[in-house]
């Protein structure tokens, strides 16, 4: 991009009798674009002030139907601007050419970054490793899977390591703390290992007090301290935390 101080070297070379090309290669250009600024007769700077001010008044093509446009944006967030250009295209016939559709786009984006609804936010999770696991129970009914023709009906515990998604599950038929305690032990030894703290959903029969459902049960506050685990619990209003396990749960369900 050619600056306001090499126009003005190349206006000063020019001055004292030198040639268009050896004051253009002088001043750090080709002589095609000192021609186009001795001829102009303006400074970089000028020149793009200029078009500013005319991009600025000229008249917005879409301001007869923005009160439109901001009906169907305020109802569906999800609305792409694109598809909204094309319908209105429909409906006026003539009055907006595909040229236009950039600019469209442009006042859209920038409606929905000032003016728009807020966005929640999700922060990205770090695993370490050996650091946390996670388990919670699958009912696996809907598969209807059945043994000699009868009907069995069953959950899985499933276990999960969120750092490397190993993974492990032990059949049971209720979400009940002795079924928690046999599939996380059974985890734990096919493991090897036990890591520094383990994740459960808010299973309320087999860890969460009745009567204070943020306080573990003793059956289970000892389970961890056999082990050595640091509890925790997954809060309702953040249902993204499990989304390791939950990931995983989707998996196995695969055919």
Not at 26 to 37: I, N
Not at 111 to 128: A, I, L, M, N, S
Not at 173 to 180: H, K, M, Q, Y
Not at 209 to 226: I, V
Request: hydrophobic letters at 30%; one cysteine or more; aromatic letters at 10%.
């Amino acid at each position: 991009m050619v600056t306001d101080i090499q126009v003005r070297k190349l206006k000063k070379y020019l001055s004292q009798g030198k040639t268009l090309e050896v004051a253009a290669a002088r001043a750090g250009m080709d002589e095609k674009t000192g021609r186009k600024y001795r001829d102009n007769g303006k400074l970089p700077s000028e020149i793009s002030a200029e078009r500013v001010r005319e991009w600025r008044t000229r008249k917005d093509p879409f301001e007869g139907i923005w009160p439109e446009v901001l009906q169907f944006l305020e109802t569906n967030e999800g609305l792409e601007a694109k598809t909204l250009f094309t319908h209105f295209q429909r409906i006026y016939p003539g009055s907006f050419g595909d040229g236009q559709l950039r600019t469209f786009q442009r006042r859209v984006k920038t409606w929905r970054c000032t003016e728009g609804p807020g966005r929640e936010v999700y922060f990205p999770q770090v695993h370490v490793p050996a650091r946390l696991s996670q388990s919670d129970f699958t009912d696996m009914s809907q598969l209807q899977i059945s043994i000699g023709g009868q009907p069995f009906d069953h959950l899985i515990y499933h276990f999960v390591l969120t750092y490397s998604n190993w993974e492990t599950g032990t059949i049971c038929f209720s979400e009940s703390f002795e079924s928690l305690s046999e599939g996380l032990q059974k985890s734990l030894w096919k493991l090897g290992g036990v890591p520094e703290q383990h994740q459960t959903d808010r299973l309320s029969a087999a860890v969460n007090k009745p009567d204070n459902p943020e306080e573990f049960t003793r059956g289970y506050q000892g389970l961890l301290a056999h082990y050595k685990l640091q509890g925790r619990k997954i809060n309702s209003s953040s249902p993204t935390k499990m989304v390791t396990l939950s990931s995983a749960i989707i998996v196995s369900r695969k055919p």
